[in-house]
């Protein structure tokens, strides 16, 4: 079952930029962890700071993974074109903020693209792509002890 994460701008600095609200670690390392946590799935990632980049990514896989977990950076709140994107799919996608956007500047509390997301996962840290996984493989891992059920 393939899955693709799919990070937008700045998100390849995890690990190196402001971390107080990101943390210390890579993304990179993370993904093996997750990898790890999770055997029997295929996990894509790709990375860009480019929207188009992003866009393109979406329409690839859009019909023929089984979920994108999409952390969009800044163009969350700016990005009439991703949230188009992520309309004309199929494949469903979670939001993922690692930080608590709500409790950041107030530019960050309106997303574009939340409305065409199955649903949003804000604030927990990279563990929030550790929960988006498990509800989209609906699944319950070892480590976690609880699982969702898909409505």
């Known amino acids: 079952m393939k899955i693709l ?3 937008g701008p700045n998100l390849n600095l ?4 402001e971390k107080s609200v990101y943390g210390s670690r890579s993304f990179e390392h993370y993904l ?4 790890t946590a999770f055997p029997d799935l295929e996990l894509d990632y790709y990375q860009s700071n480019i929207e188009g980049e992003l866009i ?4 690839e896989v859009g019909f023929t993974y089984k979920g994108i977990l999409l952390n969009a950076g800044a163009y969350t709140h700016t990005s009439i074109a991703i949230a188009d994107a992520i309309a004309a799919i199929e494949t469903p996608v979670i939001e993922i903020h690692i930080s608590n956007v709500y409790a950041r500047e107030e530019f960050r509390h309106h997303s574009y693209i939340s409305k065409n997301c199955k649903g949003c996962i804000v604030g927990f840290g990279l563990e929030g792509y ?5 509800y989209l493989n609906n699944f319950k891992p070892k480590k976690l002890g609880f699982e969702f059920k898909n409505a």
């Open 14 to 17: 995890l690990g190196v930029r």
């Open 130 to 134: 550790r929960l988006g996984l498990v």
């Open 5 to 7: 994460i799919l990070n």
């Open 56 to 59: 393109n990514k979406l329409h």
């Open 32 to 35: 093996e962890e997750l990898k």
